[in-house]
Structures are given as structure tokens and as C-alpha cells.
């Protein structure tokens, strides 16, 4: 039996309690306080405690950093994730340990339904990723596993395996999927696309994939591709797959958190919304971008460290301050990336630049 | 406020010029194309040749004589500098201010003339004289050109002045990150003596105009670079005359136990030299390793720089950062301090508002660099002596340690650093200072400068 306080988070991230944010947050902060000794010196460090609090944003948010040392869990997981493990701290991985799978599956699944399916489809999904099962400790592959168990249309399958992007069962797929005129929906990180993207370009091949066909990709390139313009990139996804801008939806997710952010141009199609292109907030998480010298909140339009509240990591740590940089865009924001590697204005030598070397 | 940052000689004419802003100052540029540039060549060899006839004594004094006037504050370049320089190289005012203080220091005639005694025998340059086995003679470089980097006041100085007294022609590319005090420099020594300010020519393109570079490395008998590792094998790869790169650095340094009874005063001392240049310098230290069994111990030592760092970041201001580079900054703190709250041995001490500096002991005693901007980590050693063996692999990136030890036990430690690739030990508060002598990356200033003709009879 769990406690009572996280079955509260699972109806509101369903939707199905009008208890506000605040409330939830901040007793889902003294829950995490009690059960995590790591977190409760990382904040009693700072002076905080639950009971010298009274707003979520007072929250101390644990810097993504910390998950490559701490067990950031309240509870034993079902599941742990491992983060893929790029630059600082060397070859370190990150990880974060879930004690409850379907709360973060009632988040991830209500997000992709809301920014990526608002019309109901159940498409056929082609993703561009590895499976659950041949990738276990990867948070993407579990959430496209989980979408495709839950939305996925006959005949949905994953194209990479073992060995790699399997092309020839991915060009008759989307060939299929001209001539039946079935829609579809490829999902992958954005890497896997470009990779699939230069084979299309150099054969020459493109597809006119059926109107409502849709995409969704995520993450960097991590060296693993080329470096691709967002704007070169949907230039390319209309070239080659024939699906509009409009329905290619960019997806922000990370291993320590339990919910993502969605571009939010199709669902704003669907509702008849008109609006500039922007990352939206679920309303079961805050977004808060801060200066990063002083960690106070960056005005309007200037960028800052992306910090988010989110309720989905009832099972971990709530508040967590992430090395990406955005800046705020309507009720939502835009991602720069990772901060990147420098080298140092004078002539000292950096780790960033020894790495890159290496 | 608009400031020239080119010099040229007076010869030159016929250029037009443009701007380029950064922050509130404006910088005034020659509209550099290859014909240009060829024919600035052209007058600098040309001015040379009467530069060559002077000896390197008699410009020495008149190089002193300009760095004399560079420590007055009411001076008119002086003043000029203090104001624009702040936006081009982001250091506070104070810091700028402190930096030319510190550079004009050791610009003294004393120290000019003890470089020219690295040439050992000056009448080489001016015909064959007897020299080890057989008749020898030197050449300087009709022309040197030489690529800035960075934002550290007075990089490439040395060798632009080494030059100078050798009676070679400077062709000076600056820096993005600082293009301007070489221009001002350079016209400053044009106003104390006009024919060496007609073998100077200060510019700036962005890096990487190969059209532009050919013609400055094709005029030239010896190219002189700064930059990353990377840029320097780019630039080596475009250079078919001699080639000297300076590749980027790191520096550290070493506190012995019997010191640490007056640890107040190595640690203010140690804060200084990192707090100096907003350590971006490859003479300011990333890290410091502090001998365990002293008054106070390695972690309480930490403390006290701690302290010290708040004091220098009071009268030596930090530089604004970048969003990026605080977020490196923050980065690196909450690496360590997740490290700390996982039960490693490590402690965080940093200012609590903002980033002005950052101190971390880590008990493990691996050799990390830092992210800069005053962040410095302190690490206990049991004995100054593993040291050598913790810089194993950094060793063709070791520039400086910083050595704070009772004067019985500086001969065996510096023997022990040389012999792991280090060039130059100082104490410990004058790291940031190499006198003008200096065997930077390990080479002879002169040495390097001078082409060699022997003759056999």
C-alpha cells in the first residue's frame, strides 16, 4: 500500500482533482524531504525545510548534476534509467529510479495524446529507436515502448535494432504507407532522423507520406549526426517525408524527469488556436527560468537555466534544475541545448577542450 | 566612445576604415583586403632596415621609456585603455586597471637588457664572429608575424619587444576577444620614437580569412600564434616559414606543510593568483595540492582561501559571465557538491550570492582543471612529492606551478616538477608575473627569434 499523497498526484495528473498545484507540490515536497536523506541535506544546506516554505517555486531545486552521484529515489523503484552519459564528470552516468511506473506513465502518456494525437488517431508508429526490451535503461526508448503499446496502430514497429537502423524494413514501411495512404507517425531521437534523412538525400529518395502523417523527435545530436538548424531540419521532414511543419513536433524530455514538453503547433491546429510555435507546460509541472549567476528568475525573453516542478517525480526529487538553457515564450519556452563546452577567453586550458581532443 | 584599434605605419595610406561594437565602445578598423595588407608588408621590411642599423641597447631605453609612461594614470593612452578595455576583454575596470599596472612592471630597462644578454654575443647580428667551432652568424626576421588570442592584457608582448630589439618588423594580427591594447601600445611607441613605430603594424580580421592570412604568413620569415591546440595545427598546416605556436595551458600550484604555520598568508596569496585575469590566463592556477600534517590541514586551508577569495573578489571584481559560462560555473558546483552530499570526501565553499568565486576540496587528489572564473580546487597530498606522478598526463599542457615551501626543500621539489614538464616555478602570488627572461613552454625567447648562417674557413 503507498501512501495516499501519491494516488492525490496520479488524479491530478489525469485531470480528475481540482486541487491546485501549490498544495500538492508542497506536500509532495515534505514527503520527499522525510524519505530522502541525500535531498533533505542538499536542502537544510540552503535553510530550507518543508515547514519554512509556503510557495512551490521556494522549492530547492537538485541540479541534474546530482543524479550521477545520489539516489535521488523515496522509495525502492520498479525501474531504474540510466542517462547517456555526455561531457562533465567524465563518463559518468546519471540515474533515476521510478517507485511508481504509472505515475510517470499517466503523465508521459497524457502529454503525447494532448500534443501529438489531439484528433484521436491511433496511427501506425515507426520508431526510430531502440525497444524497451533491447535498451532497458533508456527513458526514451521506455516512453516510445509505452506509446506504442498504448497508441499504436497495426502493424507499428521499431527500426532499430542491434545492428543498427534496419533501412530496407523502414523504406517499405513508408512506401506501404503511401500506397494504402495510411497515416503514420515516425517517432525517434533527432539524431536517428538525420542519420535516415542523409541516406534518403544521397539515394535520392523522398516520400509523399499521407496528409495527417505526423513526427516527433528529441534530444541533440550528441556527435552522433550532423549538426542540423531546427529550421533545416523541418525544411527536410517536408522535403523528404512530406510532412508539414505543422506536424512535426519536437519533444524536451531527460532522464530525471517523469514528464516531457511538446511543441504545440498541432494541437493548436486541431483546437483552432493560432499562436507562435513554443514548448507548453503540462499542468501538472512548472517551469521557472533562472539567471544563472544568481539563480533569480531572468525577465521575460532572456535566457536562463531552465528549472522545473514536476509533479510526476513524486517518486524522486520534484524540483530539478537542468544544464539547459531556454527563454520564456508565452505560458511556455523555447530550449537553446545543453550548455555547450567553451574554450576560456585567455589562453588557460579547459576540460571542454581537452575532451573535444580526446 | 570611439577608439582606433589598428596601427599603422604613417607611410601607409589610402585605407578606409570601419567600425565594430562591443558594448558601449566603438573600434575603428582599417578595411583590410590582400593589397593592403602586401603593402604594409612592404613598408614594414622597408622600415626595418633602418631599425636594424639602431642597436638593441638604445631601443631598449626608449621601450622602457614607453612602459614608463604607460604607469601614468593621467596619460593619454593610459587612459584611453582604462576606459575601453573593460568592454573588449570583460574584466572589471579595477582588474583592468591592476592588469597594466602589473604588465608595466616588469617592462623595465634592466629587464630589456637582460634579454639582450640572452643573445650572448650582439655583434653576431651584424657579422660572422667566432662562435663554438666555427665562424657563426645571426639574422633576425626582416618581418614577424604574429597571431594573438585571448583577452590576457600583454599576450605576445615578449616577443613583439624580443623582436623590436633585434631590429625585426612586427606584424601584429590581435585578438577578437581583445583587439585593442597592442593597437594603443604600438601607437604609443610610434609617439616616443617614430622609426620603431614604423616597423609596427597592428590589425584585426576575424580569424580564418585565408586570403588575408596568406599574404601575412607568406611576407613573413617567422609566424608567432596563440590559440587552442586546435588552432594552432590549423595555422601550422597554412605556414611554410618557421612557426611558433603557443598552444593553451594549465598551471597549478604547491603548498608545502612547514608554510601552512602562516597559512593566511599563502592562502591570500594562492587566492590572488587565481583570482587574477578572472583565471583565464595559462599562468593561472586550476588547482592547488596542499601537504597534509601541518598547523592546519588541507581542508581547513580551503577555508581560510575561501575566505581570501571573497576579499580579492572585493577589491579585483570579477568580470560579467556569459548565461553559459555561469551555467559551466554552476555545473561544476553541483558536481561537487552532489559528490559531498553522497559522503565523498569533498566540501564546497563558494560565495553564496552569485559566482564570484568557487573553492572545492576534493580529497581525491587526481588532477582535475578547473572551469575557470575563479573556481579553484584544493587537494591533500601526503607528500609534496606524488605530485610528479598525479601530472603524468597533463604533462604537454603544463605551463606554471606556484610553489609555497621553506627554501631547504625548493630544490628537490623543483627538480621533481621540471622533470614532469613543468616551465616555470614561481612563488606562489607571483605566479602571474613570469619575468621577460621566462623559458615559455620551455624555449629561449632570443633563440627562437634568430636564424643562424655558419661559416668554415
Known amino acids: ?358 | 566612445m570611439k577608439v582606433a584599434a589598428y596601427h599603422l605605419p604613417r607611410t601607409v595610406s589610402g585605407y578606409e576604415t570601419e567600425t565594430r561594437s562591443v558594448g558601449a565602445v566603438t573600434l575603428e578598423v582599417p578595411r583590410i583586403t590582400p593589397t593592403l595588407l602586401t603593402e604594409v608588408a612592404g613598408h614594414l621590411e622597408g622600415a626595418r632596415e633602418r631599425l636594424r642599423k639602431r642597436k638593441g641597447q638604445e631601443i631598449a631605453e626608449i621601450l622602457a621609456e614607453v612602459f614608463r609612461r604607460w604607469q601614468d594614470r593621467s596619460d593619454l593612452f593610459r587612459r584611453e585603455a582604462e576606459a575601453a578595455l573593460p568592454a573588449t576583454t570583460r574584466f572589471s575596470p579595477a582588474m583592468v586597471a591592476h592588469g597594466l599596472d602589473l604588465l608595466c612592471e616588469g617592462y623595465t630597462a634592466d629587464a630589456f637588457h637582460e634579454l639582450l644578454q640572452g643573445i650572448g654575443d650582439e655583434e653576431a647580428l651584424e657579422g660572422f664572429v667566432h662562435l663554438g667551432l666555427q665562424l657563426s652568424r645571426a639574422h633576425s626576421p626582416a618581418l614577424i608575424t604574429h597571431v594573438l588570442a585571448g583577452n590576457i592584457l600583454g599576450i605576445g608582448l615578449p616577443g613583439i619587444i624580443a623582436a623590436t630589439l633585434l631590429g625585426s618588423a612586427n606584424l601584429i594580427k590581435t585578438a577578437s576577444a581583445e583587439p585593442l591594447f597592442p593597437a594603443l601600445w604600438a601607437a604609443s611607441v610610434a609617439r616616443a620614437d617614430p622609426e620603431i613605430g614604423e616597423c609596427l603594424a597592428v590589425l584585426w580580421w576575424s580569424g580564418g580569412r585565408t586570403e588575408l592570412e596568406s599574404v601575412a604568413f607568406e611576407r613573413a620569415e617567422l609566424v608567432i600564434a596563440y590559440g587552442s591546440e586546435q588552432t594552432i595545427h590549423e595555422l601550422q598546416g597554412r605556414v611554410r616559414c618557421r612557426f611558433i605556436g603557443h598552444g593553451h595551458r594549465v598551471s597549478f600550484g604547491l603548498i608545502g606543510r612547514e608554510v601552512l604555520s602562516r597559512a593566511e598568508e599563502v592562502a591570500d596569496r594562492a587566492a590572488y593568483d587565481t583570482s587574477l585575469f578572472d583565471q583565464q590566463g595559462c599562468l593561472s592556477p586550476h588547482l592547488f595540492y596542499v601537504e597534509e600534517g601541518g598547523r592546519v590541514g588541507p581542508k581547513e586551508f580551503a577555508e581560510l582561501m575561501g575566505t581570501a577569495m571573497a576579499r580579492w573578489a572585493r577589491q579585483l571584481p570579477p568580470g560579467p559571465l556569459t548565461s553559459e559560462e555561469a551555467a559551466r560555473v554552476r555545473r561544476f558546483r553541483a558536481n561537487y557538491e552532489a559528490q559531498g552530499l553522497a559522503g565523498k570526501e569533498v566540501a564546497l565553499f563558494a560565495s553564496t550570492q552569485g559566482l564570484d568565486w568557487t573553492l572545492i576540496y576534493d580529497a581525491d587528489p587526481t588532477f582535475i582543471p578547473s572551469c575557470l572564473h575563479r573556481t579553484v580546487l584544493i587537494k591533500p597530498v601526503a607528500d609534496l612529492s606524488e605530485v610528479g606522478d598525479l601530472l603524468r598526463s597533463w604533462r604537454p599542457y603544463l605551463q606554471a606551478a606556484g610553489v609555497a615551501v621553506v627554501p631547504e626543500r625548493i630544490g628537490t621539489i623543483a627538480g621533481g616538477l621540471g622533470q614532469a614538464g613543468v616551465n616555470r616555478i614561481c612563488p606562489i602570488g607571483r605566479m602571474q608575473v613570469p619575468p621577460l627572461t621566462w623559458h615559455q613552454e620551455g624555449r629561449s625567447l632570443f633563440r627562437d627569434l634568430l636564424r643562424w648562417t655558419d661559416l668554415e674557413v
Open chain 1, 1 to 358: 500500500m503507498r501512501e495516499p499523497l501519491i494516488e492525490r498526484v496520479l488524479e491530478f495528473i489525469r485531470g480528475t482533482t481540482d486541487k491546485a498545484f501549490e498544495g500538492l507540490a508542497l506536500e509532495v515536497f515534505a514527503f520527499q524531504y522525510q524519505r530522502n536523506p541525500a535531498y533533505r541535506r542538499f536542502c537544510d544546506r540552503r535553510g530550507v525545510t518543508p515547514d519554512t516554505i509556503v510557495r512551490w517555486d521556494d522549492i530547492p531545486a537538485l541540479p541534474t548534476a546530482a543524479f550521477k552521484f545520489l539516489d535521488p529515489t523515496c522509495a525502492p523503484p520498479e525501474h531504474v534509467f540510466l542517462t547517456s552519459g555526455t561531457s562533465q564528470g567524465g563518463d559518468r552516468r546519471g540515474q533515476h529510479g521510478f517507485p511508481w511506473l504509472d505515475v510517470y506513465h499517466a503523465s508521459l502518456l497524457k502529454s503525447f495524446a494532448a500534443y501529438l494525437l489531439p484528433d484521436g488517431l491511433r496511427p501506425r508508429m515507426l520508431i526510430l529507436a531502440p525497444s524497451p526490451d533491447l535498451s532497458p535503461t533508456s527513458s526514451l526508448s521506455h516512453m516510445l515502448g509505452v506509446v506504442r503499446e498504448t497508441y499504436g496502430g497495426e502493424g507499428s514497429a521499431h527500426f532499430v535494432g542491434e545492428t543498427g537502423m534496419d533501412l530496407t524494413r523502414l523504406i517499405r514501411a513508408l512506401r506501404e504507407a503511401e500506397s494504402r495512404q495510411d497515416r503514420v507517425c515516425l517517432l525517434g531521437s533527432s539524431f536517428a532522423f538525420v542519420h535516415f534523412l542523409d541516406v534518403c538525400l544521397q539515394k535520392g529518395w523522398t516520400f509523399q507520406l499521407p496528409e495527417g502523417s505526423r513526427l516527433m523527435d528529441t534530444g541533440g545530436f550528441k556527435g552522433r549526426s550532423r549538426e542540423l538548424s531546427r529550421d533545416e531540419l523541418l525544411r527536410l521532414y517536408e522535403k523528404i517525408l512530406g510532412i508539414p511543419e505543422v506536424l512535426c513536433i519536437n519533444e524536451y524530455g531527460m532522464t530525471e524527469m517523469g514528464s516531457q514538453f511538446y511543441d504545440n503547433p498541432l494541437k493548436n491546429r486541431w483546437l483552432g488556436h493560432s499562436g507562435v510555435r513554443f514548448k507548453e507546460v503540462p499542468p501538472w509541472v512548472r517551469t521557472r527560468i533562472l539567471d544563472p549567476t544568481t539563480l533569480e528568475e531572468v525577465p521575460d525573453g532572456q535566457v536562463g537555466l531552465l528549472t522545473h516542478y514536476d509533479l510526476a517525480n513524486c517518486g524522486s526529487v520534484l524540483a530539478i534544475e537542468t544544464e539547459d538553457l531556454g527563454y520564456r515564450v508565452a505560458e511556455g519556452f523555447e530550449v537553446i541545448g545543453r550548455v555547450p563546452g567553451a574554450e576560456a577567453r585567455g589562453c588557460s586550458l579547459t576540460a571542454e577542450e581537452l575532451e573535444r581532443r580526446q
